[in-house]
């Protein structure tokens, strides 16, 4: 059963960028899709990019494309999610999740909260 | 980007069926999954392929996909339930959209 552990808490000034890590256990993790959501208070959830196994694919979301970056980590089984020129509209809880092969996102990490405040 | 379209609240009392409809432009054509998401937790896979269940989820949660509209019914709604459920159109691995979720509120 593959578990995906994400970093813990961040509270960003407004420009600064942050790194949100998801770990995840099980030795075919390199074989996965990553998918990033999120969602801010009281708004839905939002689709913000994807990276391929390989890590050398990625797709975001046309609202993060130019501030979103998605890269991985083999050795480690991380992927990693670096946002820029955070605004005060960034603030939400990040997660990342694995596509299953019939459809659906399961599992889902456990949320990274980003604080974005002067 | 793909829009979906959810009410934004939905009521029913305890025991009630409760139906929350997900809209989009042939939506028919797409797979569709649920997900529910009690506040302060990750959510969760309900149905993937417009219809089917994950291991563990319960009979009561079913759904249906056809024309322009998607259905997720929770039949026998129970208290737990109480939580913000979405959508999804499964286009491609990589054409992701939600909808803009539901409040189901079991009175």
């Known amino acids: 059963q593959v578990q995906l552990v994400q970093s813990g808490a961040e509270v960003k000034k407004p420009g600064a960028s942050v790194r949100v890590s998801c770990q995840a256990s099980?030795?075919?993790?390199?074989?996965?899709?990553i998918h990033w959501v999120r969602r801010a208070p009281g708004q839905g959830l939002e689709w913000m990019g994807v990276?391929?196994?390989?890590?050398?694919?990625?797709t975001s979301a046309e609202n993060f494309q130019g501030r979103l970056t998605l890269t991985r980590d083999a050795s480690t089984s991380t992927v990693y999610m670096d946002l820029t020129s955070l605004k005060s509209d960034d603030t939400a809880v990040y997660y990342c999740?694995?596509?299953?092969?019939?459809?659906?996102?399961?599992?889902w990490g456990q949320g990274t909260r980003v604080t974005v405040s002067s | 980007s793909y829009e979906l379209t959810q009410p934004p609240s939905v009521s029913v009392s305890p025991g009630q069926t409760a139906t929350i409809t997900c809209s989009g432009g042939?939506?028919?054509?797409?797979?569709v999954c649920w997900y529910q998401q009690r506040p302060n937790q990750s959510p969760v896979l309900l149905i993937y392929?417009?219809?089917k269940r994950p291991s563990g989820i319960p009979e009561r949660f079913s759904g249906s996909n056809s024309g322009h509209t998607a259905t997720l019914t929770i039949s026998g709604t129970q208290a737990m339930d109480e939580a913000d459920y979405f959508c999804?159109?499964?286009?491609?691995?990589?054409?992701?959209?939600f909808g803009g979720g539901t409040r189901l509120t079991v009175l």
């Open positions: 392929q417009d219809n």
């Open positions: 999740a694995r596509p299953k092969g019939t459809g659906g996102f399961d599992p």
């Open positions: 999804q159109a499964w286009e491609s691995i990589t054409d992701q959209a």
């Open positions: 099980g030795n075919t993790f390199n074989n996965y899709y």
């Open positions: 990276i391929n196994p390989a890590g050398v694919a990625t």
């Open positions: 042939e939506l028919g054509d797409k797979y």
